[in-house]
């Protein structure tokens, strides 16, 4: 991850309104940070059961398979907030100040448009595994939850890039966060 400066943790000057990191800090944040420690504790207590007790913690694969697509979904909106995700810029360089706003204004909106579709096709994936009952193999966990998770974190992260859509950076605060990273 890369560090932002101090100056970077407050939104610029009309990107108020898109300040809810404290809520998906508290929200989401607790959730990934509680689900990483469940990962590690089952990590471990397998690890020490199959080598010094010969006794592995049964299902620890099936529980650390779910729990990490929870860990990823839980992070996404975290990760769309702070403008984490991967980008490639490619012709950005060449660009001035208002085509770079416009082409990030763009990139919002379209992926905003991506996550609401993956959203509500997660969503439909998790009713019919409600319906149908699907579990895990072994534990017989039910997916249903897992996936209405991954919608609602694909919807609330489809909801702040099109915020970010509708509102992008300034040009000058936009080029000089590029700088300061």
Not at 26 to 40: D, T, Y
Request: glycine share 6%; proline share 6%.
């Amino acid at each position: 991850m890369a560090h932002r400066p101090d100056n970077a943790a407050s939104p610029a000057k009309g990107e108020a309104f898109l300040d809810i990191r404290p809520l998906l800090q508290r929200s989401l944040g607790l959730g990934a940070a509680l689900i990483l420690f469940a990962l590690v504790l089952i990590t471990c207590v397998d690890v020490v059961g199959r080598y010094f007790f010969d006794a592995p913690l049964s299902g620890a694969f099936e529980l650390t398979e779910v729990l990490l697509a929870a860990l990823v979904f839980a992070a996404l909106p975290l990760t769309t907030e702070r403008r984490e995700h991967v980008e490639v810029d490619l012709v950005t360089g060449f660009l001035g100040p208002r085509a770079r706003q416009l082409l990030s204004a763009f990139a919002g909106l379209f992926s905003a448009a991506l996550l609401a579709t993956l959203a509500w096709r997660l969503a439909s994936h998790a009713i019919g595994s409600f319906e149908d009952g699907a579990v895990t193999n072994a534990l017989e966990i039910p997916l249903a939850p897992f996936g209405f998770l991954a919608a609602f974190s694909c919807l609330v992260s489809a909801f702040i890039a099109f915020l970010r859509g509708i509102q992008p950076p300034a040009p000058s605060a936009h080029h000089a966060e590029e700088s300061a990273l």
